[in-house]
């Protein structure tokens, strides 16, 4: 009893927050298939326990999904890193987020040197989101809105990522897909989705490839405080 009391701060600090622990992590990301070392490094590098509240850091290295409280999730790192090395396959610079959350999807497309625009209905998440932004220096564009419709004023985008899933591809977000880019998205109901990846060519004919399955929160109307 003793000794459990006394390794658990220890447990909460630097311990399993540490380099190795990360490095645990990008491995286990690299046997589950993804291969691209840009992704892999900017993994390495974002201190995900920093997007999850401080009683959750201690399980911010685990390739799982956690509560980040309103209902909503910080998605599981293997997501993240396919739908980001998805994007990254047409190269490139701007690029669109829907549902920011905690933010750490749009921390690790900055991480990457992207130019990143990112949209959350729920201004609590946002403020927070902000906040880690500025503590990590990290230039994001963010906006309190339903990105439902997008940003319209600053598209095209060159990529685009829904992280909320919607029954179907929303029209609104592939307009404002540049020709030569690519959009990322969970299509399905609430028990299950498809990650589906959208291509635009340079003429804007669209083909779309499904992924791998997943399970997002739900793509809601609306914005809430
Ligand atoms: N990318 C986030 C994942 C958050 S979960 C991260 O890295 O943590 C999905 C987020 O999408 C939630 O925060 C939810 O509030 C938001 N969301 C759902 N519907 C939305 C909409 N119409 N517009 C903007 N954000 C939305």
Do not use: C
Request: proline residues 5%; glycine residues 10%; neutral net charge.
């Amino acid at each position: 009893m003793t000794v459990r009391m006394r390794l658990q701060p220890e447990a909460i600090g630097s311990g399993m927050t540490s380099q190795r622990v990360r490095d645990r992590l990008v491995e286990r990301l690299r046997e589950k298939g993804i291969v691209d070392e840009r992704v892999l490094n900017a993994i390495r590098t974002v201190p995900r326990h920093l997007f999850v509240d401080e009683a959750l850091a201690t399980r911010a290295y685990e390739d799982t999904a956690l509560p980040i409280g309103q209902g909503q999730t910080i998605s599981q790192p293997w997501v993240v890193a396919k739908m980001t090395e998805t994007l990254l396959e047409t190269a490139p610079s701007k690029v669109l987020e829907i549902g920011t959350g905690s933010g750490y999807q749009a921390a690790v497309l900055a991480a990457l040197g992207l130019e990143v625009h990112t949209v959350e209905r729920i201004g609590e998440l946002l403020r927070t989101a902000r906040k880690r932004f500025r503590t990590l220096g990290l230039n994001v564009r963010s906006k309190h809105d339903d990105g439902r419709i997008g940003w319209p004023e600053n598209g095209p985008f060159d990529a685009i990522i829904v992280t909320a899933a919607a029954p179907a591809l929303v029209d609104a977000l592939t307009a404002q897909l540049a020709p030569g880019g690519t959009l990322v998205a969970p299509v399905g109901g609430s028990g299950g989705q498809s990650l589906m990846r959208l291509r635009k060519d340079a003429d804007g004919v669209v083909t779309q490839h499904d992924l791998a399955p997943v399970v997002f929160v739900p793509l809601l109307s609306g914005m809430v405080d």
